[in-house]
């Protein structure tokens, strides 16, 4: 099955700075979904890319899907103490996803 | 619409008794899957079901079973409780095709001693 690789495990930054992470795959993938899970919380969904080379925007945050589909990134601009949390990009058939472990971001303030 | 809601929040459970999660949705999704998340392991997929009377194992299915009698019931119940099941469990729904992102419930916090 399709396996979504996500590197580091953990990343920190100073507020206001921005932060880019990514999601990449061996494969090429049919279409990419992103979470959020906030400490303590559960996961939410974000946002599903589906076209070579989409480019979707919420707030502060873009999200970007390779042209080859083997790729995608989560952009935050100018990070606030709320991004705080795990984002993932799940693999695998919407039918059984499965999540890793995701990156979790710390923010400074 | 009150989404995926799971019972119970919080459960403390001796070695060796049985319990069973409940999560029921009312969006009338028809995939339904049950995680769990350990501190470090990310979420990891236990069993999940395509619609009522279809389940399959995920990546962690040991120890645990399913049903989907109906829509919106996906149970998850523990067989004899071991503490390597000391986790929190996150029930999620979606409708089919690829279109669709999952909604989870609030989780369950299950303590084995």
């Known amino acids: 099955g399709q396996q979504v690789m996500q590197i580091p495990q953990y990343q920190h930054v100073q507020e206001g700075e921005d932060f880019t992470t990514y999601c990449n795959s061996s494969?090429?993938?049919?279409?990419i979904q992103w979470y959020k899970q906030r400490p303590g919380g559960h996961p939410v969904f974000l946002i599903q890319?589906?076209?070579?080379?989409e480019v979707k925007k919420q707030k502060r945050l873009t999200f970007q899907f390779g042209e080859a589909k083997k790729n995608s990134s989560l952009h935050i601009t100018a990070t606030q103490t709320t991004d705080v949390g795990t984002y993932f990009c799940?693999?695998?058939?919407?039918?059984?996803?499965?999540f890793g472990k995701g990156i979790t971001l710390s923010v400074r303030p | 619409n009150a989404g995926v809601t799971q019972t119970p929040k919080f459960q403390v459970l001796k070695t060796g008794q049985s319990m069973t999660l409940q999560c029921a949705q009312d969006?009338?999704?028809?995939?339904m899957s049950w995680y769990r998340q350990d501190p470090g392991m990310g979420l990891r997929l236990i069993h999940y079901?395509?619609?009522?009377?279809?389940?399959d194992q995920g990546e962690v299915p040991n120890g645990y079973n399913v049903s989907r009698s109906t829509t919106e019931d996906f149970p998850l119940r523990l067989l004899s409780a071991a503490p390597s099941q000391t986790s929190v469990y996150f029930c999620?729904?979606?409708?089919?095709?690829?279109?669709?992102?999952?909604?989870f419930g609030s989780g369950t916090r299950l303590t084995i001693v």
């Open positions: 999620a729904s979606s409708y089919s095709g690829s279109l669709y992102g999952y909604t």
């Open positions: 494969t090429t993938l049919s279409n």
């Open positions: 890319l589906v076209k070579s080379g």
């Open positions: 799940p693999s695998g058939a919407n039918s059984k996803l499965t």
């Open positions: 969006m009338n999704h028809e995939y």
């Open positions: 079901s395509v619609g009522a009377g279809i389940t």
